[in-house]
T-cell receptor
Framework: DGGITQSPKYLFRKEGQNVTLSCEQN?????MYWYRQDPGQGLRLIYY???????QKGDIAEGYSVSREKKESFPLTVTSAQKNPTAFYLC???????????????FGPGTRLTVL | AQSVSQHNHHVILSEAASLELGCNYS??????LFWYVQYPGQHLQLLLK????DPLVKGIKGFEAEFIKSKFSFNLRKPSVQWSDTAEYFC??????????????WGAGTKLIIKP
């Protein structure tokens, strides 16, 4: 079954701790994305990667870090510098990166992070 | 800043009622337009899209949307809803402008509940 998996589904963290969210895809897509979803707000782009070993900041990158060492994997680390990390995090992928041509994004099931 | 507005955060309808969900955006240039849907317990998925041509586009499961350029709107419609349409619906806009980096701009979503 092709798709995007995210783990864990629920994650609890104490203040001051870093935590890493996993995202894996077997769709052979070049591009991967991390979004944050808060109640009453649209998805906001945290980071994206258009190719292995390359990534760019989105609109709300502060307090987050990513790596893209393999095509299939794009883990997101929520650091202690992120002031309000409690949110729902969605990972997505697409065949190509951001550009003017059509490029459907496929989404994972999400991880709900709660900071205690 | 560019934004996408979905007028209703929650909509409750009875089965067989007609549905219209509003979506307005604030960018004056050329855009691609999308509606995504998230059914309970499932991934966010594409419902329909508009790139060019006929402003009335049809998607899966009997949904359609009309692009009215003069009103900066892309409303989602369905003539007769079913209980299985219960889901959260997101409008997204992609300004075709390098300054925007071709990112998707998302609305806050509308939670639709269909009463059997």
């Amino acid at each position: 079954d092709g798709g995007i998996t995210q783990s864990p589904k629920y994650l609890f963290r104490k203040e001051g701790q870093n935590v890493t969210l996993s995202c894996e895809q077997n769709l052979n897509h070049d591009a991967m994305y991390w979004y944050r979803q808060d109640p009453g707000q649209g998805l906001r782009l945290i980071y994206y990667s258009q190719i292995v070993n390359d990534f760019q900041k989105g609109d709300i990158a502060e307090g987050y870090s990513v790596s893209r060492e393999k095509k299939e994997s794009f883990p997101l680390t929520v650091t202690s510098a992120q002031k309000n990390p409690t949110a729902f995090y969605l990972c997505a992928s697409s065949i190509e990166g951001l550009g003017p041509s059509y490029n459907e994004q496929f989404f994972g099931p999400g991880t709900r992070l709660t900071v205690l | 800043a560019q934004s996408v507005s979905q007028h209703n955060h929650h909509v409750i309808l009875s089965e067989a009622a007609s549905l219209e969900l509003g979506c307005n955006y604030s960018y004056g240039g050329t855009v691609n337009l999308f509606w995504y849907v998230q059914y309970p317990g499932q991934h966010l998925q594409l419902l329909l899209k508009y790139f060019s041509g006929d402003p009335l586009v049809k998607g899966i499961k009997g949904f359609e949307a009309e692009f009215i350029k003069s009103k900066f709107s892309f409303n989602l419609r369905k003539p007769s809803v079913q209980w299985s349409d219960t889901a959260e619906y997101f409008c997204a806009v992609k300004p075709l402008n390098m300054d925007s980096n071709y990112q998707l701009i998302w609305g806050a979503g509308t939670k639709l509940i269909i009463k059997p």
